[in-house]
């Protein structure tokens, strides 16, 4: 106890109350630091794989031969296929896998977003294992356009080869299902949502038909992307994907089983992010940290696996890139001593990580190194709103007056009352019975207001037409720019009330940051960082000053990053309609949340902190 | 804007409590989803209150099964009855009766908290005075804190039958305002009789009731004359021998006559071993956010009936000490108790917290002394941390499958830890008011505790 009593005297000292913008912006700073660090050796490790039952690399592969003939077969009839309609090429390789002995069915599909439909239809196989009870199944897939929209012949055919091979194959303890999907985002999404539920999924923006034949609980999928025609192309590294939606991760024993067997059995070398020239140096670490940062933070899908990460499935893509001396019978092979792996498998993989990031394909950074980076950031927050409520329930200092030299000892003595409680009497400091009283409805019900408010910038970015959707963004920009100056000026409420309200928008900001840390680092990390000034603005009593704040505060707000990041995304042909369109259909189809967390979760803090910026100038006085 | 708090300010009730009924309604119909999401989430609904195992009770009932056979309903006997005549909550029509029902019940207990902050016995008891007692809260926002508390929102959405119970306390400390004995007592049982820890309110609550009945005569007409007022406060207030005689029979005898009734509808008399053995014996370990779960899931059978004792024993242990020490304040003393109820039960709710937050607001006029000398404030940001993190790490553990169990029991911990924070600051305010009055020149100063 003598702590407390000891913390409630550091309370009242005027140093304390000078602190807090210089902790929040130590914490952000060690937060950035914290992240520069994470490449050093010190800081994180060596991948290893965990689950003792994977036994990666540990079979001898069989996969070539004959089989290379069948393969190049196969590419042939998927090239003959490239100008024909969905119809009939889903006809034709349906055929192809009903003649290696699977199951087949197709699943035709359509979302709705942003005006556009996206439709399709799935053709996938169940391989029944010889020795399965179709209780667990594994997933070899291709999409037959790859995630840039290439088209994906000799993937497709390497997974219709891996199929035959595997169906005169005895030892499967799973059932394996083959999936051709027509293009890589929409289609897994489609095909894996159906296989979790038990009807059709008709909503006003989906529609997706039911699976005719399912197997068991599917163990882990691994995606071939090999966009190269009856021609060959020779490949120097397998760049493994294996982001999924939303951020989240498959196990990293996944991943250290294809780096494992693709390096260690194959000798054919492996590269994230596409980054090729990985020299393991420290700027290199830092730049598949960033490229990993980046791509986590979005949380739309990097690939056909990134569908599965929602179902707790582990999945990779296994992407060809470079020019080397490894064929398509490598890539064949890794997949196949990859599927035996999980073939090993005795129960869901569990046992390593499923939070980390990573510095290259054999380097990670658990979360417990790594997770202080985004809470640090998280926590500046919830300083700076213990500091404004603190100074929002702290009586207007009177102003000094110089003491006079006559009555000196009356002024030494701070102003007495007398309190009487029945016989006895006390003397009692005046300023110790000087509360003041924090008007908290106002606040709390203009919060409320703005959190509410804050759907409709988000309904209207995710359900209007492409076309309008930039008119609307700049027209968003426009009303929320006057929001704060506005909602301070037409409010009943003093600075202090003002004040009052910026500290509990902080709070549920920070409270919110932390909560999405553990589910979505990247974004929660992101998130703070730009919403930093946040932390710092204060009510300004002076209109230049009030002014230099909301500016530093509009460079960094939800609508002037939407357009940065747009611009940075103009390189690639997509233009603003482009951005737009894509995050809406992240929103509407693939169901990613970082629309949401912008407009909901940011929007709302930043229209507070602005709030309580314009609250010096505008406040009533009291 | 001006017409509109003119009006609120003139009918404050009705209006509070129209708008907390469209809400809950509104909300049910515009997402109809909700209701039973809401039914599934493990921080709401635990084993003894959730409104799908009552379904569940319900359809071997309806069927003249005995509902207790299927191990998996532990809830009072006497709601079989009453929900079955309710259509079923499958339906559409169903759902919006069955939320209108529990929209009822908190209507009537944001009533109670009203009539109880209105009677002004937080301030004034017979034998102490509150110097701080004109600072307290309109009644009508005490009640607004009830109606409008998200967790008391979404209790009301998710339905589970604790509802009844806190209905039923809340109820009974209305009654034991009036100072009448037999309704207290009415009220208190059948909370009781439907979930076990209320039981451990009867000290305190009695003590109110019994408070009350003392001070009921101490305002003597003005012709009474001296010889009079000896006379009506000799002949009716009670010692506190014949008050609990006076207040137990009651207790005892609804008691009594609800399990019979219980008895009567059911073709056995095994609904008393699981409805009360139950939250002593621990059954069923499916999470919830209190600190029991985890603790038995870990535990060697041979110390399980050992440290059940002590479980218990240790939420016993508050009740008396709470009545004889905060006997000047027996409002606060049911509060107190009503805190450790709600963090140290088996079968921990948000729905409880949730009340019992909403009831330290009858005390509101000792909050300055918690603001001024302890921390409400992180205290209150802990717990918007706790209720933001627990259904994360809840997720994380259960459906993403990248977290385990530690995750959620720590995050419950964190809960659990920023309710004592709160529970503890009250305690503190209440004792300190006293001493203050007992010290006037001890006022506003940082007191050291040892």
């Known amino acids: ?622 | 804007m001006n017409a509109l708090a003119q009006l609120y300010n003139e009918h404050p009730k009705p209006i509070l409590f129209t708008s907390a009924v469209a809400l809950r309604l509104l909300l049910a119909i515009a997402f109809p989803a909700l209701p039973d999401l809401l039914t599934l989430r493990a921080e709401i609904s635990t084993p003894v209150n959730s409104f799908k195992r009552l379904q569940e009770g319900l359809f071997l009932y309806e069927r003249g099964l005995d509902p207790y056979d299927g191990g998996i309903f532990y809830q009072a006997p006497l709601l079989l009855p009453l929900f079955s005549l309710l259509p079923s909550p499958a339906t559409f029509f169903g759902r919006i009766v069955s939320v209108a029902l529990y929209t009822v019940l908190d209507v009537l207990s944001a009533d109670c908290l009203y009539e109880i902050a209105a009677s002004g016995v937080a301030g004034v008891s017979s034998v102490y005075a509150s110097p701080r007692r004109k600072d307290g809260w309109k009644p009508v926002s005490v009640a607004a804190v009830y109606l409008f508390n998200p967790f008391t929102l979404l209790t009301c959405l998710a339905r589970p039958t604790t509802v009844f119970t806190t209905c039923f306390i809340l109820l009974s400390i209305r009654q034991a305002t009036q100072a009448k004995a037999n309704a207290t007592a009415f009220a208190l049982a059948i909370a009781s009789y439907s979930s076990l820890h209320p039981l451990l309110l009867l000290p305190p609550i009695g003590l109110l009731c019994y408070d009350q009945s003392c001070k009921a005569p101490q305002q003597p007409s003005k012709d009474g004359g001296r010889s009079g007022k000896q006379a009506t406060t000799s002949t009716t207030k009670p010692t506190p021998l014949s008050f609990t005689t006076i207040f137990l029979t009651p207790f005892l005898l609804t008691l009594l006559l609800l399990l019979t009734l219980s008895r009567l509808l059911l073709p056995s008399s095994t609904f008393l071993s699981t409805l009360y053995l139950t939250p002593l014996s621990l059954p069923d370990l499916t999470p919830n956010p209190g600190l029991w779960w985890y603790f038995f899931t870990e535990m060697f059978d041979a110390f399980r009936a050992f440290f059940l004792g002590v479980f218990w024993l240790h939420m016993l242990a508050y009740s008396a000490p709470f009545t004889i020490r905060l006997r000047k304040q027996p409002l606060a003393a049911i509060v107190a108790m009503q805190g450790v109820l709600a963090i140290f039960q088996p079968y921990a709710n948000v729905g409880d917290v949730g009340a019992w937050l909403a009831a330290t607001c009858l005390m509101s006029h000792l909050f300055p002394i918690t603001s001024t000398h302890r921390y409400p404030f992180p205290a209150l940001a802990a717990l918007l941390y706790a209720s933001l993190l627990g259904p994360a790490f809840h997720h994380l553990w259960l459906y993403a499958g990248s977290g385990n169990a530690n995750f959620f029991y720590a995050i419950s911990l964190v809960w659990a830890l920023a309710l004592l924070i709160l529970e503890t600051d009250f305690v503190y305010a209440c004792l300190r008011d006293e001493w203050e009055v007992e010290r006037p020149g001890v006022k506003g100063r940082v007191a050291r505790q040892v």
């Not at chain 1, 179709?134 to 356009?145: D, P, Q, V, Y």
């Not at chain 1, 982001?243 to 250290?256: H, R, Y």
């Not at chain 1, 609307?472 to 100056?485: Q, V």
């Not at chain 1, 603003?576 to 803090?605: I, K, N």
């Open chain 1, 1 to 622: 106890m003598g702590l407390s009593a000891r913390l409630l005297t550091l309370r009242r000292s005027p140093v304390l109350l000078k602190l807090p913008p210089y902790l929040s912006a130590a914490c952000i700073v060690v937060g950035v630091v914290w992240l520069l660090l994470l490449p050093l050796n010190e800081y994180s490790r060596q991948t290893y794989v965990s689950e003792n039952a994977i036994l990666p690399g540990q079979v001898h592969t069989y996969f070539g031969g004959s089989e290379h003939n069948v393969f190049r077969a196969f590419r042939q009839e998927a090239y003959d296929q490239k100008d024909a309609s969905e119809g009939h090429r889903n006809a034709v390789l349906g055929r192809i896998m009903r003649e290696s002995g699977l199951k087949v069915a197709e699943q035709p599909y359509s979302y709705y977003a942003a005006g556009e439909e996206i439709a399709g239809t799935n053709v996938y196989g169940i391989l029944q294992g010889p020795r399965a009870d179709a209780t667990e199944a594994m997933i070899i897939m291709a999409g037959w356009k790859n995630f840039e929209g290439l088209v994906n012949y000799s993937g497709v055919a390497l997974v219709l080869t891996l199929a035959r091979y595997f169906s005169r194959w005895s030892i499967w303890s799973k059932d394996i299902i083959v999936i051709i999907s027509p293009e890589s985002t929409y289609g897994p999404i489609a095909w894996v949502d159906a296989y979790h539920s038990t009807s059709p999924i008709v909503t006003a923006t989906q529609n997706i038909s039911a699976l005719p034949i399912k197997s068991g609980a599917l163990q882990a999928a691994v995606a071939i992307d090999y966009p190269v025609g009856p021609w060959g192309h020779r490949f120097d590294k397998i760049d493994i994907q294996y982001d999924g939606l939303n951020g989240a991760l498959p196990n990293l024993d996944l991943l250290n089983t294809a780096v494992s067997v693709a390096s260690g059995q194959m000798n054919i070398g492996c590269s994230l992010h596409g980054i090729s020239g990985h020299k393991d140096s420290y700027n290199d670490r830092l730049r598949t940290i960033a490229a990993g940062l980046a791509t986590q933070s979005l949380g739309h899908a990097t690939g056909p696996h990134s569908a599965f990460m929602p179902y707790h499935i582990d999945a990779i893509t296994l992407k060809t890139v470079g020019d080397g001396w490894h064929d398509e019978m490598s890539l064949g092979r890794v997949t196949e001593s990859l599927i035996r792996s999980v073939n090993n498998l005795l129960e869901h993989l569990h046992q390593s990580f499923f939070f980390y990031i990573l510095l290259n394909a054999n380097r990670f950074v658990s979360i417990g190194n790594y997770l202080p980076a985004a809470m640090l950031i998280a926590g500046s927050f919830t300083i700076s709103a213990l500091a404004l409520w603190v100074q929002s329930g702290r009586a207007p200092l009177p102003e000094k007056t110089p003491a006079q030299p006559t009555d000196e000892k009356a002024s030494a003595l701070p102003p007495m009352e007398l309190v009487k409680a029945g016989p006895d009497a006390a003397l009692v400091p005046k300023p110790a019975l000087q509360s003041v009283d924090r008007h908290l409805f106002l606040p709390a019900l203009t919060l409320l207001s703005i959190h509410l408010a804050s759907f409709i910038p988000l309904y209207l970015l995710t359900h209007l037409p492409r076309s309008f959707l930039p008119p609307t963004l700049h027209a968003l920009t426009a009303l929320s720019l006057l929001l704060p100056p506005t909602l301070s000026h037409l409010l009943p409420a003093n600075t202090r009330d003002l004040q009052t309200l910026q500290s509990l928008s902080l709070l549920l900001l920070s409270a919110t940051l932390s909560t999405l840390a553990t589910l979505n680092f990247s974004l929660a990390f992101l998130a703070g960082l730009l919403a930093s000034p946040l932390a710092f603005v204060r009510p300004c009593r002076s209109l230049p000053a009030a002014v230099l704040s909301y500016a530093v505060l509009a460079a960094l707000s939800p609508m002037s990053v939407t357009y940065g990041f747009a611009a940075w995304y103009w390189g690639r042909g997509m233009g603003l309609e482009g951005v737009l369109a894509e995050f809406a259909r992240g929103w509407e189809a693939q169901g990613v949340w970082t629309m949401g967390v912008v407009w909901c979760v940011w929007w709302p803090a930043w229209v507070g902190g602005g709030v309580g910026v314009w609250g010096g100038v505008f406040g009533k006085r009291t």
